[in-house]
């Protein structure tokens, strides 16, 4: 941050100076944010039919983007875990629409690419890369869900035989303004994760696009006003910072922002360093055993919009008395049933849970075990616990489902959800067709027989960052029946677990004897002031 705020005091300089010499005209304005217009690009002066079209004009100057692209996660939807894991998109079940698989034509609507309708895409094709999904700045472009990833430059019916026609986007205007990665970018996936608006994560949602500080002290728009990108600072690309393997602890200090980094640039540490408190040094005691954002994350949803804490499949399938497939929706026009999705419950200023956290996952696939049994299935596990030295004490959101599994190959289902098929579960609220579609486009065996089990999946909770007047303060985590009641390996006066009887029973006792002692000691001196006089 010390860095970010001399970087900041240095534009300031040089604002100021420029007015000392008259404002700038408004062309002078946006040349001090670029040093090209792409608007006077020749290769830009063309009417694209398609986004195909417009990155090949995108990669006739900047060679390498396309190359770069393809290295990263956000194109292969692919991490490989420390462990061996192969995670992502394609492999990872989720208790929200539970799998990317069956569903790319829908889902790809959020990939960085052109065309992915199945497990054919060609993942080597450089004019397939999205330049336009990351860098747009007008704010029109769209990718309508069913497309594959792909744009419309004609007028179109979407769905077909619904009666709702959507316009073509403008290319041309779109790629001849392009500009650095914004909040808006980032935000048109990332906050609506999980089929809507702040759906998943809790603490992403589009409340974020223009925060004021109460929101998120680092990117209030009147303030610091960061984009994502200021944290999450790329080179060739890549995006550092990753929910499959979060870094928990960051045992390095401050860097200079804009220098090459050895660790991850995203940490609090890397701006604030190891001793961020200087008004009150004792809380930098902590920073070893509890992360940044337990004190400084209150809560979550905090800007205006529920996110879903659970969701249950089991229900799904009811149909109104009208004989049309049932929607309720609760005071403040949330919706909490629908007949293709079921019950949801939504929260908003959610209080975290809390746990030991070491920066490793570990995640249920396809075809992993599983059994319905008193406790829930982890969609993934948190590791981490006090005495490993790696461990801080993290805020997450748990995000509790009930979702179809086969109980006679014991695997959770993959469902195949959205499509105009007859054999989509949104179409015919069939579990058996809609779940064997699903299977086999991820080549699994299935019995022919659903079931319901209940799971867990855990997010980390990393963004929303209050203001210090609005962290945490020492009684939220001290006291019994405190935030952190539930963490085990940490003492808090009072907490059941945390005192034996036995122990209280000999402290008594020992109070008892004192004042004994005391009482005893005291009539010994007045008998015997008594005798002497």
């Known amino acids: 941050m010390r860095a970010g705020l001399c970087t900041m005091t240095v534009m300031t300089t040089l604002l100021v100076g420029a007015a000392a010499h ?13 040093t090209s217009d792409h608007a006077k690009f020749k290769v830009l002066e063309q009417d694209f039919k398609t986004g195909p079209e417009v990155t090949k004009a995108c990669l006739s100057c900047h060679t390498e983007a396309a190359k770069q692209l393809h290295l990263t996660q956000h194109w292969t939807w692919e991490f490989l875990n420390p462990d061996g894991q192969r995670l992502g998109k394609k492999h990872v079940i989720n208790n929200f629409c539970t799998s990317v698989a069956s569903n790319y034509a829908s889902c790809t609507t959020c990939h960085i690419g052109y065309g992915w309708k199945d497990d054919k895409f060609d993942f080597t094709s450089q004019v397939n890369v999205d330049c336009l999904i990351c860098h747009d700045s007008t704010g029109n472009y769209r990718k309508q869900p069913g497309l594959a990833g792909n744009v419309v430059t004609q007028p179109m019916e979407i769905p077909p035989g619904s009666g709702i026609r959507v ?6 205007k779109i790629a001849q303004a392009v500009a650095k990665t914004s909040r808006d970018n980032c935000g048109a996936c990332h906050f609506f994760g999980g089929g809507g608006d702040g759906v998943k994560h809790g603490d992403m949602d589009s409340s974020l696009a223009s925060p004021d500080k109460a929101l998120d002290v680092h990117m209030d728009a009147t303030g610091n006003n960061f984009a994502c990108a200021t944290c999450h600072m790329t080179e060739g690309h890549q995006v550092p910072g990753s929910r499959y393997a979060p870094t928990a602890q960051d045992k390095g200090g401050a860097h200079l922002r804009g220098k090459e980094y050895t660790t991850n640039p995203t940490t609090c540490q890397s701006c604030h360093g190891q001793a961020p408190h200087k008004a009150n040094a004792k809380l930098n005691d902590h920073t070893g055993k509890v992360a940044c954002q337990t ?16 969701w249950d499949w089991s229900t799904a399938g009811k149909m109104g008395p009208d004989g049309k497939p049932l929607i309720r929706k609760d005071a403040k026009g949330h919706v909490i049933y629908t007949a293709a999705k079921g019950d949801f419950v939504l929260g908003e200023n959610v209080v975290p849970d809390y746990m030991w956290f070491n920066g490793k996952v570990k995640y249920t696939l396809f075809g992993d075990k599983v059994d319905k049994g008193e406790q829930p299935t982890l969609i993934n596990h948190f590791e981490g616990s006090a005495s490993d ?9 748990v995000m509790r489902g009930k979702q179809a599994y086969d109980p006679v190959n014991k695997t959770l289902a993959v469902l195949h959800m959205a499509g105009n098929d007859d054999t989509a579960f949104w179409t015919n609220f069939n579990w058996e067709r809609a779940v064997a579609v699903g299977m086999a486009s991820v080549g699994a065996p299935f019995s022919g027989k659903v079931d319901f089990l209940a799971t867990e999946s855990t997010w980390p909770i990393t963004h929303m960052v209050a203001p210090a007047k609005d962290a945490l303060r020492c009684r939220d985590c001290h006291a019994s029946g405190g935030r952190l009641e539930k963490v085990p390996g940490i003492y808090i006066p009072g907490r059941a677990s945390d005192h034996a009887g036995w122990l209280d029973a000999a402290g008594w ?4 004897l004192a004042m004994l002692g005391v009482l005893v000691h005291g ?7 008594r005798r002497n006089k």
């Open 22 to 34: 008259g404002a700038p005209d408004p062309e002078s304005a946006k040349l001090l944010k670029s």
């Open 167 to 172: 316009k073509p986007i403008d290319l041309k």
């Open 295 to 310: 004190c400084h994350i209150p809560s979550y949803a905090r800007g205006g919009i529920a996110t879903k804490m659970s």
């Open 389 to 397: 030295g790696k461990s801080l004490i993290w805020p997450v959101k």
């Open 509 to 512: 006792a020992i109070a008892v």
């Open 523 to 529: 009539a010994g001196r007045v008998i015997v002031s």
